[in-house]
């Protein structure tokens, strides 16, 4: 099947991947003057044609029900609604990934320039001081080799060029930034804000990854809450918009799309020479010729690629003498729990989109309590408003109140809007039993081998999960409001979510100061193989209760400019 | 039944319709054959119907909407089900089918399948239906102009500053115990 040509030139830097890690190397060495080639899995976006921003439903086919009413028998092609901004999916044809037996796992991949950036959540919160040192801190896990200092300044150029929002705060769970104003919380916040201040929790401005004033060009949000549809002005930070598209500007940028990396290359002296990768137009292997490689394909697909790379010099993958490669994965844990609040029947109507998101949330506020039966914390999203009528949206409303006629039409009026839902996003600490591997028997349409993926919630994450439920519980209750979808306990293994199923999977390829417990040292720079960068989660010690795109951005770019100074010394 | 006798049977009908002759007695036969072939393990005794009525209904709720791949068809859905029992219930209490009989029977008709309280052997087909008619008509009122304007949605628009009504603020902070 596979035909393979070396007739390319020798790139400076190959970058795999065009997400928030690969996005944010690619604009740095622009920006430095480096030239490099840039391999993504999937096809180019054209938001003006790609994004479904604006649209209402009686616009499109079947009124976004799929085709056939798809979405009616969960059969739905699209995992996050018709509308969303995503190239992706749970499962993609002919690439397959297994788990194992006893586990339950699922893995997003979005195949797009931009990756999952053009759909995410945008919520964009600093990693703590004390998130860099678990072990010291609670004896449990392992410290990373950096600190809060050290990736603070890059935390700053990252906030400061994507554009996030938020408020000095003075919290240490949840360190200030460089933030753009916030806009007011939504009633329904207001609420959540009066309950946690009863209950003593804080409740503060978000933290989003959206404009709220012009910035490089870039003009400021327009408030209609459709982030998620991918945003055709670029207001929210997207990799694709923000960081590859102006990045080609350069002339010093070289994309190739529809490639799926396969193996690197590495020579007798142990440097990357080459990357080699299926061309998927014509279904033939190609090489790139490299200096050096930047692998930033997502955490679960960076150690699918160095397991794949195996070589005499290295039989467990490149780079992989320490066996960690695939070790230490984790996922956030997710729960939620939402009620019907009555306060809020019959309110006068009003536009509450705002940004595609939360306009405040609730940071881990017990960071140094005692007085909790788990270790680390998680922080709380909060959804609710008069959002956009989409089908499905009145579906639990019709099966409360049954019926027909005039009073379910004047219940659902009167039921519009009512809902609060929290979401908790938590900390997951590494275990033994929770990594990804190569599956010895299973290939994806290419000929590679596909990842075989084992998860395991330990007590941990079980009674974290309770604690949400009894902490939402709490403040919805406090807010006046009736649960409407109880659940079984969280700590009995019921309600958390599936492995995977945040999508903040990462720690695959982690970091460390000691080689043989690590693959990386503190720049994301292998140990052994001195021209292999990684700059996506894949690196990370811990998981920290916050999600970790703004993280992947500062470390990327801390890692951009250190392979920039390195090749300016000689050293790569 | 394969592919090819289902193709048969379709063309021999198209060809009976072509000639002007309806149903060929021939293409009748078949179809009925065919239906009593297929016919559902379900227990399912039609009420109003009869057997072969029953059976020619659910072969054409086949053909209007068949199952595929992606999803259950209208039999899966209960369609001849439900429409053998809204003439059955119709007759026995009133002598007349859903679309002719007095808006008062159609409405004591409705009360007992819209809701899930009433679930009974026969009842059974006819609420599962009419939640799933009701989840639909549902659906494309709220997602048409008519059905946003009425739940009052406001948004989907572009603004300079975003900015919170401080009366709905007020109205809910005073109905609510926080």
């Known amino acids: ?572 | 039944m394969s592919d090819v006798s289902r193709r048969d049977v379709l063309r021999g009908i198209a060809l009976s319709m072509i000639a002007g002759g309806g149903f060929s007695l021939e293409a009748a036969q078949v179809v009925h054959g065919i239906a009593a072939a297929e016919k559902a393990a379900s227990s399912y005794k039609p009420k109003a119907l009869t057997a072969h009525e029953f059976r020619t209904l659910q072969k054409l709720a086949d053909y209007i909407i068949p199952a595929d791949d992606r999803s259950p068809g209208a039999v899966e859905a209960g369609a001849a089900e439900f429409i053998d029992l809204l003439a059955g219930q119709m007759e026995r209490l009133y002598s007349a089918n859903f679309l002719t009989a007095k808006p008062d029977q159609q409405i004591a008709m409705l009360d007992l399948i819209a809701y899930r309280k009433n679930e009974s052997r026969p009842l059974g087909p006819g609420i599962r239906f009419f939640d799933w008619a009701r989840r639909m008509v549902v659906d494309a009122y709220y997602t048409s102009p008519i059905g946003i304007k009425e739940v009052g949605y406001m948004g989907n628009t572009s603004v300079a500053k975003f900015e919170v009504p401080q009366d709905a603020i007020d109205y809910a902070v005073k109905r609510s115990p926080a």
Request: glycine fraction near 12%; include cysteine.
């Open chain 1, 1 to 572: 099947m596979l035909q393979i040509s070396r007739s390319s030139p020798v790139y400076d830097v190959v970058i795999i991947g065009s997400g928030a890690g690969g996005g944010t190397v690619t604009k740095v060495l622009a920006d430095l003057g480096i030239s490099v080639a840039l391999l993504e899995a999937g096809p180019q976006l054209n938001p003006a044609k790609d994004f479904k921003e604006h649209q209402w439903p009686y616009q499109v086919p079947h009124r976004g029900a799929g085709d056939g009413g798809a979405g009616y028998f969960g059969k739905s092609p699209w995992p996050f609604g018709y509308f969303a901004a995503t190239n992706g999916n749970w499962q993609l044809e002919g690439e397959p990934y297994t788990v194992a037996p006893g586990s339950k796992f699922q893995w997003f991949r979005s195949r797009i320039v931009g990756g999952r950036t053009n759909h995410y959540g945008r919520i964009s919160l600093r990693f703590a001081d004390y998130d860099f040192t678990p072990y010291t801190r609670d004896g449990i896990g392992t410290d990373w080799p950096v600190s809060y200092d050290d990736i603070a300044p890059y935390y700053d150029k990252a906030e400061q060029f994507i554009g996030v929002t938020g408020s000095k705060e003075g919290i240490r769970s949840a360190p200030d930034g460089v933030f753009q104003p916030c806009p007011p919380p939504r009633v329904h916040e207001v609420l959540v804000q009066r309950a946690c201040k009863k209950l003593n929790i804080p409740c503060i401005p978000s933290r989003l990854a959206v404009l709220t004033q012009d910035t490089n060009g870039r003009p400021a949000c327009h408030y209609c809450a459709q982030c998620g549809r991918g945003c055709v002005s670029a207001s929210n930070y997207s990799s694709s918009q923000v960081q590859v598209f102006p990045a080609m500007k350069t002339g010093r940028v070289t994309l190739i799309t529809n490639a799926m990396a396969r193996e690197l290359i590495a020579d007798a002296t142990g440097k990357v020479t080459a990357v080699s990768y299926i061309e998927k137009a014509t279904r033939t292997e190609k090489q790139l010729k490299c200096r050096s490689v930047v692998i930033a394909c997502g955490a679960c697909e960076s150690a699918r690629l160095l397991l794949n790379s195996k070589s005499n010099g290295h039989p467990n993958g490149l780079g992989n003498s320490s066996g960690m490669v695939g070790r230490n994965l984790t996922d956030s844990v997710g729960y939620s729990l939402s009620a019907h609040i009555p306060a809020l029947e019959g309110l006068p109507r009003h536009n509450s989109d705002g940004m595609g998101g939360m306009h405040v949330y609730v940071p881990w506020w017990l960071w140094d309590s005692k007085n909790k039966d788990f270790p680390r914390g998680y922080h709380i999203e909060i959804g609710g408003g008069f959002g956009m009528p989409q089908i499905g949206t009145f579906r639990n409303a019709c099966r409360r109140h049954e019926g027909y006629g005039q009073d379910l039409k004047d219940y659902i009026r009167n039921d519009y809007g009512t809902y609060v839902g929290l979401a908790g996003r938590g900390e997951q600490i590494p275990n033994e039993s929770t990594f990804c591997e190569i599956d010895p028997e299973v290939v994806d349409q290419y000929g590679i081998p596909v990842l075989r993926f084992h998860f395991k919630w330990t007590e941990a994450e079980l009674k974290q999960a309770q604690h949400m439920h009894d902490t939402f519980k709490a403040i919805l209750e406090t807010m006046g409001g009736k649960i409407t979808n109880p659940r079984p306990a969280p700590v009995e293994g019921e309600g958390i979510s599936i492995g995977g199923e945040i999508i903040h999977e990462l720690g695959t390829i982690r970091m460390g100061s000691d080689p043989s417990m690590s693959v990386l040292n503190k720049y994301c720079q292998s140990h052994e193989v001195k021209n292999l960068f990684v700059a996506d989660a894949a690196p990370f010690v811990s998981n920290p209760d916050k999600n970790p795109t703004l993280t992947i951005t500062a470390m990327a770019w801390r890692t951009a400019e250190f392979l920039a100074e390195e090749m300016r010394k000689g050293n790569v």
